[in-house]
């Protein structure tokens, strides 16, 4: 069955620097793989998609990246504040009309002022 | 738009009686209604998908019997817990997708906390 990891459980960076996340997967090829942010207590809220067939998007501050050959995807997060700390989860579905998303562990990020 | 809102947010009970938890597309028409589960530090665990007017599909290791999901409208789907027991204390979250929406985007409740004494 897919397996979906993301780098580390808990990341801390200070505030004005880019924080990198990293979600790895295998036994799967997506279709399309998804960013979320979930605060605690709270529902997942939806920050980016990205296609195979894409290698890099882009939303204000934040930039996601694609190899599928690695089998990877990058979540980046530039002139970071402490009111991007939350815990991120990457997604990954297949091709329209299967459902599923399957979530990975999540990396909680904490923005040091 | 494309708000969804959970019901009851909290909800506590005892071992035995049995819960329901509604999920509702606010603003828009959702073909399909997802439940997930969450337990702490762990990432989300879909349990069933339900289209509206059709039986729900069940993940694997997920009672059918014992998580009874109807999707009676576009808009409203509900998950029923039965013969909760402290085990099945976690955090469920709902989520739906848009009839005429992008590729597999989910727009997802803010959950239920369910805590079984």
């Known amino acids: 069955s897919q397996k979906i990891e993301q780098n580390s459980e808990a990341l801390n960076i200070q505030e004005g620097k880019t924080a990198t996340l990293t979600c790895n997967y295998t036994?799967?090829?997506?279709?399309?793989l998804q960013w979320y942010r979930q605060d605690p207590g709270r529902g997942p809220v939806f920050l980016l998609l990205?296609?195979?067939?894409?290698k890099e998007k882009r939303k204000e501050r934040l930039k996601v990246t694609f190899d599928t050959t690695l089998k990877q995807s990058l979540f980046h997060i530039t002139a970071s504040q402490p009111a991007d700390s939350a815990t991120y989860l990457c997604?990954?579905?297949?091709?329209?009309?299967?459902?599923?998303?399957?979530f990975g562990t999540g990396t909680r990020l904490t923005v040091i002022p | 738009g494309a708000v969804v809102s959970q019901h009851p947010s909290r909800v506590i009970c005892k071992s035995g009686t049995s819960v329901k938890i509604e999920c509702r597309s606010l603003?828009?028409?959702?073909?399909?209604m997802f439940w997930y589960r969450q337990f702490p530090k762990q990432s989300l665990m879909l349990m069933a998908t339900?289209?509206?007017?059709?039986?729900?599909?069940?993940e694997q290791g997920v009672e059918k019997d014992k998580f009874l999901i109807n999707h009676a409208s576009l808009t409203l789907s509900t998950l029923t817990v039965t013969s909760a027991h402290p085990e099945d204390s976690s955090f469920y979250i709902c989520?739906?997708?848009?009839?005429?929406?992008?590729?597999?985007?989910?727009?997802f409740g803010p959950g239920t906390r369910l805590t079984v004494l």
């Open positions: 603003d828009f028409q959702a073909t399909t």
């Open positions: 989520s739906a997708r848009r009839l005429a929406g992008g590729p597999d985007e989910q727009f």
């Open positions: 990205i296609r195979e067939n894409e």
């Open positions: 997604a990954l579905s297949g091709k329209t009309g299967a459902n599923n998303l399957f």
């Open positions: 036994n799967y090829s997506p279709a399309y």
């Open positions: 339900s289209n509206e007017g059709s039986k729900a599909t069940y």
